[in-house]
C-alpha cells in the first residue's frame, strides 16, 4: 500500500532517506541470516509497529469508510485513483518497452478520462482494455536490476531494497504528485490510502486468523507477488527466486533429452 502525502519534494526526499538506510544497513546482517530477509529482526519489530498504527488509526477509518460510503461511490473511487494509476503505468510500460501494455494504457486514461467522467467509470474495461500496472520497481527489475532483500518500511509496510530505491521515482511520477494545491494534493493522497486499506479489510483479518505466522506468510507472499510482476506471471525458474528456504540448494538439473519435434 503506498501510502504517499506531504509534499512532493519532501516526500521523495523522505523515501532516498529510507533508500539510504536500507543500503547502510546491511552491514548489521547476521552471519547465517535468511539470503531473503537477512534483516528479520529489524524487519519483525517494524512491522509489529506497523500493525500498531493501523490498528489505532487506519483499520478503524476504513471501517467507517466503507460503512458510510454505499459501494457504488467506494467503486468509483477506485476507479478515479486506478486511472491516475494507468498514467504513471503508461510511462513505465514504455521504459520497459512493453507496447502492448503501453497502448492498453494510454487508451485506458484516454477513454476513461473522458467517457469515464474523469476515471469514476471505467468503460474501458468494458472495450477490453486490460488494466496492465506497471511502476518503476518493475522497471528496473525488467532491465536486470536484482531486488535484494526484504524490508519493512515504517508504515509504508513491506518493500525491497529495489522497490524502496525506486520509490522516489514513484512518487514524482505520480499525477497526484503534481498538483500545486497542496491541501487537496495531501486530500487525495489520504483518500487513496483509505479506499486501498478499505477494500482490503476482509483479507487482512482473515490473515490474521489464519496465518501461523502472519509475518513469514506476508513476506512469502509480497515477494513472490513482485516477482510475478516483474516477469507478467510468467517468471523464469532461475532467476529472482524468492522460494528458496535458507541454505537450500538449487532444484538438479534434468538432464538432456532429445530434442523436441513438432
Same mark, same amino acid.
Given at each position: ?106 487508451? /485506458? #486514461? ?10 469514476? !467509470? %471505467? &468503460?474501458? *474495461? ?72 478499505? /477494500? #482490503? ?10 496465518? !501461523? %505466522? &502472519?509475518? *513469514? ?46
Amino acid at each position: 500500500m503506498n501510502i504517499q502525502f506531504v509534499t512532493r519534494s519532501s516526500g521523495a526526499r523522505w523515501c532516498a532517506a529510507l533508500a539510504v538506510l536500507v543500503l547502510a544497513s546491511g552491514c548489521a546482517t547476521a552471519p547465517n541470516a535468511n539470503p531473503v530477509d537477512p534483516f528479520e529482526p529489524y524487519n519483525r519489530s517494524m512491522t509489529d509497529f506497523n500493525t500498531a498504527v493501523d490498528d489505532a488509526v487506519l483499520k478503524p477509518v476504513a471501517k467507517t469508510y466503507r460503512a458510510v460510503l454505499p459501494q457504488p461511490v467506494r467503486t468509483g473511487v477506485g476507479n478515479f485513483f486506478g486511472n491516475l494509476n494507468d498514467a504513471w503505468s503508461f510511462v513505465n510500460n514504455v521504459l520497459q518497452a512493453k507496447p502492448e501494455g503501453a497502448l492498453h494504457s494510454f487508451w /485506458r #486514461v484516454v477513454v476513461n478520462s473522458s467517457v469515464g467522467l474523469g476515471g469514476v !467509470l %471505467d &468503460p474501458a *474495461s468494458e472495450m477490453s482494455l486490460e488494466r496492465h500496472h506497471e511502476d518503476f520497481g518493475q522497471t528496473l527489475g525488467r532491465w536486470g536490476v536484482p531486488p535484494g532483500p526484504y524490508f519493512v518500511l515504517p508504515v509504508l509496510g513491506p518493500s525491497t531494497v529495489r522497490d524502496t530505491v525506486a520509490m522516489p521515482v514513484n512518487v514524482l511520477g505520480q499525477p497526484i504528485g503534481h498538483l500545486q494545491n497542496i491541501p487537496l494534493r495531501n486530500s487525495l493522497w489520504v483518500t487513496e490510502i483509505i479506499d486501498r486499506r478499505a /477494500r #482490503v479489510l476482509d483479507a487482512a483479518e482473515l490473515l490474521e486468523s489464519a496465518a !501461523l %505466522d &502472519p509475518y *513469514s506468510f506476508t513476506r512469502d507472499a509480497y515477494l513472490q507477488k513482485r516477482r510475478n510482476d516483474i516477469f507478467d506471471g510468467n517468471p523464469p525458474s532461475t532467476q529472482e527466486r524468492y522460494d528458496l528456504d535458507d541454505g537450500a540448494a538449487p532444484p538438479p538439473k534434468a538432464a538432456p533429452g532429445p530434442s523436441p519435434t513438432r
